[in-house]
């Protein structure tokens, strides 16, 4: 169930909210992550697809994640206000020992802190399953998602020059990067 307004205090300030409860994802929950995907692709500053995605893509998404590489939901009092996930790297065995991190909250949560804590959450995470490097791919143009990875100590590794085609306009994807 997505929130609405009415679901959190207007006049909360960013950390106010009590502690988001984390779980695996499961096929029930792929509506929420399908709504909360296509509001980031209406941004054009988050995902690497231009038109909204189907249901079907959403559910492929959760058949291919594992134990290791999961797909979790954020929920903050019973509603359904993010979900974030960590891939392998490339899909090569010689790079095992990294994940990629996608992170995706509501727009009614975000600057609110749960990014924060759901990178917190990943570190500790990953470092339980063998992973000791993250990355983050992230468009040039996204201030925020570049600020909020270089706060918790992301560094750019590299950058891809104009790679990205939307709306008829080009721009680069920079690829972040953390040894944990």
Partial sequence: MRPSNTDFLSDSEKGAYPAPFYRVAELEDAPDI??????????????????????????????????????????????????????????????????????????????????????????????CVDVTHLVACIYGHNSESLNLFNKHGYVQWGCLPQIALIDSRKYDLLILGKRI
């Fill in 34 to 127: 399908q709504a909360i995907y296509n509001d980031a692709i209406l941004t054009r500053r988050s995902c690497g697809h231009t038109a909204e995605i189907s249901l079907v893509t959403v559910i492929d998404w959760l058949e291919s994640s594992h134990e290791k590489r999961p797909i979790w939901i954020i929920e903050n009092h019973k509603s359904i206000i993010g979900w974030f996930a960590v891939e392998d790297f490339y899909g090569l065995p010689a790079f095992s020992c990294a994940a990629e991190v996608s992170v995706y909250i509501s727009p009614l949560f975000q600057r609110k802190g749960m990014a924060t804590k759901v990178l917190h959450f990943i570190e500790v995470f990953l470092g």
